[in-house]
């Protein structure tokens, strides 16, 4: 078995593999070609933390596993560690035997990333040039910095419900050129831990692509079941948008059913026609699924086997 540790990770995966990967595996779970596993998610009344396991299989490109790990809350006030922690395990899906086992911390921000930025990419309008953020926790800062190579925005602007956070994405921002303050928004990315709406369906002009990045578990939300309503909705997997991601509110309320939601994958096969105005809201429900951390995963371990810094083991 092979193991490539966190700290090589930066070194291995660009934000190009990673975007690549990520349209790949969402293009194959579109066409039939690969499936997620029912996801696992719990509250471990443990310092407050969620657990859980993502796997999948891709029978296109024969990736096999599973992701472990979570969030802890209090991991970088109490510890100085990031919120999420978590390892990938890739398995040889015609022996079952383990293959690697790969740090997925980094990996999960820049898989997170991907996924906006392929839904940015797929369905905001092309003369997109205003980005609005909400959050700017750890993943914020990779989901900004994605996102911007995708349009060619001239300004962001930010939201935080914690403001003295919010430098981190200025910084991002100027690293970019590009000035940061507050006007109407073409694209929004929202990336927090809420469990209450805190965008609005009245907050958002026509023509907008919002990406819902945060919400990933039962319970969480960022947006007003109303805006769900209003807009064209994408998901990368219609299962976890309607039971952990942020479809889960306005189903549950009656507001949409299950067969108003459509995959991304689709859009990128191009039998979905996706976006078909400029006055359109269209919204992508990124829940985070297995299948994308397994096609980051496989692509670094074969970055690392050929750099030579994979670590082999018997297990
Ligand atoms: P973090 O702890 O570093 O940051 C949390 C952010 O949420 C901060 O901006 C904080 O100010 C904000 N926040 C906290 N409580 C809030 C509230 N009640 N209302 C509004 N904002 C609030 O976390 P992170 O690593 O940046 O992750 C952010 C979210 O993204 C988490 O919910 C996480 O589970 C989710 N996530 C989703 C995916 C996916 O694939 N969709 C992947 C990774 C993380």
Known sequence: MLIVPEREIAELMTREAAFDAVERVFAAMAA???DNFPVIREAIGHEDALYGFKGGFDRAGLTLGLKAGGYWPGNLSKHG??????????????????????????????RTAAASSVSIRHLARKDARVIGMIGAGHQATYQLRAALEQREFEKVIGWNLHPEMLYSLEAIAAEAGLPFEAVGLDVIISITSSFDPILMAGQVSPGTHIACMGTDTRGKQELDPQLLVRASIYTDEVAQSVSIGEAQHAVQMGLIAQSDIAQLGAVINGTDPGRSSDDQITLFDGTGVGLQDLAVAAAVVDLAIEKGVAIEVDI
């Open 32 to 34: 039939g070609e690969a």
């Open 81 to 110: 560690l990031i919120n999420h922690q978590s390892t990938v395990f890739l398995f040889d899906p015609d022996t079952g035997r383990a293959k690697a086992m790969v740090g997925g911390n980094l990996l999960t921000a820049l």
